[in-house]
């Protein structure tokens, strides 16, 4: 039986080991997830399905998936058996809806935020995607680089409209609690701000990133 889960929901991100996907689940989150895009924290198929094995029937497990055709991401996602892929790369709602005429499960769609400004794109991937991923643009990364933008300028110009809302981008128990009071975000999606090394989550880290998420750990 699952985790009851109220208010903001938890995505771990950037999962290597099967333990740590365990972990994840025992703490109540709502999603893990594994990288297939160019990343120190990537993974193929087969190991991807071994990594989230743990979370079968309590979390949804989503890919995260840099610039590929839709056929590419549909075969990887029914290999590792996903919930959930997540289009990293600056996707187009054309591709949200060639993945979703191939894919069964929940679409997201990554919009990278450089400073305080929504890149124009949002609305209509909004409007295609289940969930818009909010995150820093970062030159040359698609992600996982531990780098925020401004939450306070974005939430005061966000088109909440379609699409549930996903924050990522330099959360860490330190400060989830400020970004979610800003943001207000569906979920919240952390990989670097929870981790020893690239891919290797600390379970106290992980521990007190949710207890802050749900008010009960000290945050900035």
């Known amino acids: 039986m699952g985790v009851e889960r109220v208010g903001v929901l938890v995505k771990f991100c950037g999962l290597t080991r099967d ?8 703490l109540g989150a709502a999603y893990v997830g594994v990288v297939f ?47 959930v892929v997540q289009l990293h790369g600056d996707p187009s709602p054309l591709l949200v809806e060639r993945t979703r005429a191939l894919f069964g499960g929940e679409i997201w ?15 209509a991937l909004a409007t295609a995607a289940d969930a818009v991923v909010l995150d820093a643009k970062h030159p040359g990364r698609l992600g996982g680089t531990g780098t925020a933008f401004d939450w306070a300028s974005v939430a005061r110009t966000l088109d909440r409209r379609g699409a549930r809302i996903v924050l990522a981008g ?16 569906d979920v919240v999606d952390v990989s670097s701000g929870v981790e020893r090394a690239p891919g290797i989550k600390d379970h106290a880290r992980m521990r007190a990133f949710t207890e802050a998420v749900r008010g009960r750990g000290a945050s900035e």
């Open 37 to 83: 895009a160019e990343s120190p924290r990537r993974v193929d198929p087969a190991a991807a399905a071994t990594v989230v094995a743990p979370a079968r029937g309590h979390a949804k497990a989503v890919g995260v998936f840099g610039p590929s055709p839709a056929e590419a991401i549909a075969r990887i996602a029914g290999e590792a058996a996903l919930d």
């Open 19 to 26: 333990t740590d996907a365990a972990y994840a689940v025992s």
């Open 109 to 123: 769609a990554v919009v990278r935020i450089e400073g305080a400004t929504i890149p124009p794109e949002l609305s």
């Open 170 to 185: 330099g959360l860490d128990p330190s400060n989830v609690a400020r970004a979610v009071r800003l943001v207000a975000p």
